[in-house]
C-alpha cells in the first residue's frame, strides 16, 4: 500500500542513512521499523502473562511441599 508520511528532516534523514548502511531500501527500513514498534507495543499481551503467572503463585507453596517430600524420598533411598 502506497502513502504519505511527514516525518521530521532530521529523523528521515538519519532513517536514510540508517537504511544505506544496512543496505536496504528506507521503504524496507520503515517497515520493518514500524513491524518492531507493533510488536514491541503489544503490552495487553504482557500483562496477560503476567497476570497469569501471578495466578498460579498459590501454587509455590504447594510446589515446596512436594520438593520436600521427593527430597526426604532420595535421602532414603541413597541411605
Known amino acids: 500500500m502506497k502513502t504519505t508520511l511527514e516525518i521530521p528532516d532530521a ?17 524496507q527500513f520503515v517497515s520493518d521499523a514500524v ?21 498460579l503463585r498459590h501454587l509455590r507453596k504447594e510446589s515446596a511441599r512436594i520438593n520436600r517430600l521427593i527430597e526426604q524420598e532420595f535421602e532414603k533411598v541413597e541411605m
Open 35 to 55: 513491524a518492531e514498534k507493533l510488536a514491541a507495543a503489544s503490552p495487553n499481551r504482557a500483562k496477560a502473562i503476567l497476570k497469569l503467572a501471578g495466578g
Open 11 to 27: 529523523i528521515f534523514r538519519r532513517a536514510k542513512a540508517k537504511a544505506a548502511e544496512q543496505g536496504i531500501p528506507l521503504r
